[in-house]
Structure formats: C-alpha cells, structure tokens
T-cell receptor, first 115, second 110 residues
C-alpha cells in the first residue's frame, strides 16, 4: 500500500527557533493536511491544502505556522518561532479526493520536542 | 458539550470476547462518520466508515443513530492485535476537518 512519508521522525529544537517538518504525500493525491497530537491528548486538525492554497485552518494554525508545497512532491509545515506548547506529534495526511469520499492516509508522524 | 465523547476505558477483555464502544457527537450537521484505530504513539488508521444503515466489515460492525447523535462499534471474537485506542471521528463538514475524540482504549488479553 502507498505511504505518506514524514521526515524527520524526531526533531528537538530550542524555544524560539524555526522548524520545518517535511512530508511526501502519496503521489496521485490532491488534498494535503497537517494534524497534531499533544501527548495524552486527542488528534487535532491544523490545516488542509488543495490546489496550492489553504482550504481551511483551525484556531491553532496562527501566524506562527505556514505550509508550502515547494515542488511536486513535498508538503512542508513551518513553525516560525517555536514555543514549549508546540511540543507534539505532527501528522501529515493526504487523500485523493475529499475526505467524505476518499480515505485519508496518515504519515507516521514527526515528534517535535521544544526545549 | 464536547464535540466527541467516548468512554476512555480501558476495556480489558479476554481473547474471543465481544466488545462494544459507544460515541456521541455534538454537531448535528456532521454527514460522515468514521472509526479509526491508533496504536500507542502511532498514526491513526482508518478502521471503517459508518453508514446510516449500519455496516459490517468482518468482525467489526458499526452503527449510526443520527437522531441520538450516537455511533457504535462492535468487535466480535477479539484478537490480541485488536489492542489499540479506538477513535470515533465525525467529519466536521470542511475539507479534512476530521474531529477526533480522545478515544477508547482496548486491551485484549490472552
């Protein structure tokens, strides 16, 4: 089965530093997403991306966050100035079509630790 | 009221047992519903979609009651590999905005 791949699997950074989390969605998918999960908490939606623009974003996705699809294969999440509370597992996901009709595939996540 | 409410468990059951999970959701406009499973510190994986008429996939049966805003999952003949957290996930109505609950933890023992 095709996979969404995420790198790195673990990222440690100092508070205030910028981080970029990278994802390679499944090649024929058109919709891309970022979710996050703070340890012991529920999975939370951050942002969805389609046709080279943000489709929807949650309240969590403030000005410190940005997403980009710099080429035909990568999908990145940038956190401009990390805070301690940004420590979480970040999951990238993709789907071929809208999630009502198509399965959402998640990557295995990047564990971000902000010190 | 929370968007999704589930009994956190844990449900500790022996192999072969039948176990049922329930979930209530608050957004009456939700149109699509899913059950995901999540192993410890892993990504969520789609278990099954939930259809209005109820649906079955092998040992798993899902039911939806829109009037009560209630979803259920039944697992028959539990296997050790079914041990995981089961997440009830209504679709929030926008692209990709799946609303995850905290899930119900299942532990199947030999």
């Amino acid at each position: 089965e095709p996979e969404v791949t995420q790198t790195p699997s673990h990222q440690v950074t100092q508070m205030g530093q910028e981080v970029i989390l990278r994802c390679v969605p499944i090649s024929n998918h058109l919709y891309f997403y970022w979710y996050r999960q703070i340890l012991g908490q529920k999975v939370e939606f951050l942002v969805s991306f389609y046709n080279n623009e943000i489709s929807e974003k949650s309240e969590i996705f403030d000005d410190q966050f940005s997403v980009e699809r710099p080429d035909g294969s990568n999908f990145t999440l940038k956190i401009r100035s990390t805070k301690l509370e940004d420590s979480a597992m970040y999951f990238c996901a993709s789907s071929r079509g809208q999630v009502t009709n198509e399965k959402l595939f998640f990557g295995s996540g990047t564990q971000l630790s902000v010190l | 009221r929370k968007e999704v409410e589930q009994d956190p468990g844990p449900f500790n059951v022996p192999e072969g047992a039948t176990v049922a999970f329930n979930c209530t959701y608050s957004n009456s406009a939700s149109q699509s519903f899913f059950w995901y499973r999540q192993d410890c510190r892993k990504e969520p994986k789609l278990l099954m979609s939930v259809y209005s008429s109820g649906n079955e996939d092998g040992r798993f049966t899902a039911q939806l009651n829109r009037a009560s805003q209630y979803i259920s999952l039944l697992i028959r003949d539990s296997k050790l590999s079914d041990s995981a957290t089961y997440l009830c996930v209504p679709y929030g109505g926008s692209q990709g905005n799946l609303i995850f609950g905290k899930g119900t933890k299942l532990s199947v023992k030999p």
